[in-house]
């Protein structure tokens, strides 16, 4: 194909720059997400997510300098922007069984094969990075008629590059990917790629690649995640957080979990509203620092509505005020966890600016807010504790969800350090090997109290045996961690640290 005049050429070449800036930071991003429901969202991933990006890209304009001295040419530049364009679209399908096999060496060899496997992930995005990245010096060096000329030429093309970038990031992060998926959104940004590059070509035949593209986003996506024997995907989606996916066994019993998989972040269980661990405790433990039933009750991370349904159940004079961040899985337990409640309040907000601009006092506050593996670090620090201790009637606890890897504790001494630092009362109820709730309160905190209400008619008779349990169970606090601040909060960094451990053998 022969263009019009120079002219014409020049803003096809800024064309090409814009869709490829765009693409390199929408794969990135994309990049992120597809490795999420494998291994998280952690730092770890986000810095060799971000390293290979670099890396890659820096290799590519080496590369593309080169190329464009040998043999500067329109047709050259398409050439390389498709081929970058068809790999990309091949990332979605063989990220699957790649990263599937990268799961099970993470499970089964040292540190040094978890940040291998890791490495080889990022290898699936490297090669059409690098591709990408020697476009701005090939177009450079296309565009540039007259060297007095290159310093306004070559800013005016990194300056459409970077808007492209600028677009692309907000694009897959606001729209793409929260619409249509992680798997689409690679292909969209394939076939914006392919489509750009393909008049630069001058051959009809190779529409056929766009075209196969365009297909390749009519196949659905398939479900992620780790396999749980005996259960099925009722349901999967993207949102605008993270992946999630519903399953259901043989009983009817459904779990919600969150990316990765290795946690389940609410149950549904048809012949109980009880359904074991963490989110029972929370029924009774209000009545460890207080006599009779809580009036009002704040969940900061309700998920899909565990807690919130069995309070509704058990309390249904009790207000409940359920917040969750992400508000397709209030949705989701709306829909699948028979989330409703005689007085459930639901609001979809971050919890401490939702606290903050409350005036309403609790009588217990259930703290279980994860963008796993995370807890997030605001809500971990002294400052958001003093807000929560403002938002408590006298007697009233806070109760703080802890996940952790077994025999690990360097969390939950962290949040307890924490909450001492605004409490006269901090114990803990070591629920099992990878949960503890932390309780906090101005009043006694006491097992003896709640086993008395256990006793004598006190709780629903469903709730007694649990009582007993629980009572049992409460401890002193563990000590030994630094206090957080809003200034100074690593817990990512506790928790990668905690991770690596693990993964190393070191626990």
């Not at 793409?176 to 392919?194: M, S, Y």
């Not at 750009?196 to 995640?225: D, N, S």
Request: aromatic share 8%; charged share 15%.
């Amino acid at each position: 194909m022969k263009l019009r005049s120079q002219g014409a050429s020049i803003l096809y070449i800024r064309a090409i720059a814009f869709v490829v800036g765009s693409a390199s930071l929408g794969a990135e991003l994309s990049a992120a997400r597809l490795l999420a429901p494998y291994f998280g969202a952690s730092t770890i991933i986000w810095a060799n997510t971000i390293a290979t990006v670099l890396v890659a890209l820096s290799a590519g304009y080496e590369l593309g300098g080169r190329l464009a001295d040998r043999r500067a040419d329109m047709r050259g530049l398409c050439v390389i922007v498709t081929v970058a364009g068809a790999l990309l679209a091949a990332v979605p399908f063989a990220g699957g069984p790649f990263l599937r096999l990268s799961v099970h060496a993470l499970g089964s060899v040292s540190v040094g094969g978890f940040l291998g496997s890791l490495a080889g992930v990022l290898v699936l995005v490297a090669v059409p990075v690098l591709l990408l990245g020697t476009v701005a010096p090939y177009a450079n060096r296309l565009t540039l008629g007259n060297v007095t000329d290159a310093g306004s030429v070559t800013g005016r093309l990194y300056a459409i590059s970077t808007a492209g970038s600028l677009v692309g990031t907000f694009l897959s992060a606001l729209l793409l990917i929260p619409l249509i998926g992680t798997q689409r959104t690679f292909l969209v940004f394939a076939l914006g790629l392919t489509a750009v590059a393909v008049p630069g070509l001058g051959l009809r035949r190779v529409l056929v690649v766009p075209l196969a593209v365009a297909a390749l986003l009519l196949i659905p996506p398939v479900a992620t995640g780790a396999a749980v024997p005996g259960s099925k995907v009722i349901f999967q989606t993207e949102t605008a957080y993270q992946s999630a996916r519903v399953l259901q066994f043989h009983d009817g019993v459904r779990w919600l979990e969150l990316n990765e998989g290795q946690a389940i972040h609410s149950i549904y269980d048809p012949r109980s509203y009880l359904v074991g661990g963490y989110w029972d405790d929370s029924l009774v433990l209000p009545r460890a620092a207080a006599r009779g039933e809580p009036r009002r009750v704040a969940i900061l991370g309700d998920a899909a509505g565990t807690v919130a349904r069995a309070y509704g159940h058990y309390f249904p004079r009790t207000r409940i005020d359920a917040v969750e961040l992400d508000g397709e899985l209030t949705t989701i337990g709306k829909r699948y966890f028979h989330l409703s409640g005689p007085r459930l309040h639901l609001y979809t907000a971050d919890a401490r600016p939702w606290l903050a601009a409350r005036r309403a006092r609790y009588d217990a506050i259930l703290l279980d807010a994860y963008r796993q593996p995370y807890i997030p670090f605001y809500l971990l620090t002294r400052q958001f504790f003093a807000s929560v201790r403002a938002h408590l009637r006298p007697g009233g606890l806070i109760m703080v969800n802890v996940g952790h890897l077994p025999n690990s504790d360097a969390l939950e001494k962290v949040v307890s350090a924490t909450l001492r630092a605004v409490f006269p009362v901090v114990v803990r109820d070591p629920v099992n090997a990878t949960n503890s709730l932390v309780l906090a309160s101005t009043k006694p905190i006491s097992g003896p109290r709640l086993r008395q209400a256990a006793t004598s008619g006190g709780l629903p008779s469903d709730l007694v045996p649990l009582g007993a349990n629980v009572a049992a169970r409460l401890s002193p606090a563990l000590r030994g961690g630094p206090v957080y601040t809003d200034d100074h909060a690593p817990v990512e960094w506790l928790t990668d640290l905690s991770i690596l451990d693990y993964a190393s053998g070191s626990r």
